[in-house]
């Protein structure tokens, strides 16, 4: 069903979304989901860096003082 909507079915959408709402209230809301979506690219940055950071705390040189060699 979706896949016959078309653009002037789209047009059709978004003209009867205005006029129930209000330009005001559509712009708010889109200003709310850009603002949901830098939200969510900030939390999957922080996730990659923490899973960055923790692979790099196991990576760590883990040789006893005494068999490493002295340079």
């Known amino acids: 069903m979706l896949n016959n909507i078309g653009i002037p079915g789209l047009l059709l959408i978004a003209v009867v979304v205005l006029v129930l709402f209000g330009r005001g209230k559509v712009s708010s809301l889109m200003g709310e989901v ?3 979506i830098t939200a969510f ?3 999957v940055k ?3 860096e923490e899973i960055e950071q923790a692979s790099a705390d196991k990576a760590r040189d883990v ?3 005494d068999k490493k060699d002295k340079v």
Request: net charge positive; proline share 8%; charged share 40%.
């Open 34 to 36: 850009g603002k949901g």
């Open 46 to 48: 922080d996730g990659t």
């Open 63 to 65: 040789t006893p003082e």
């Open 41 to 43: 690219k900030k939390g």
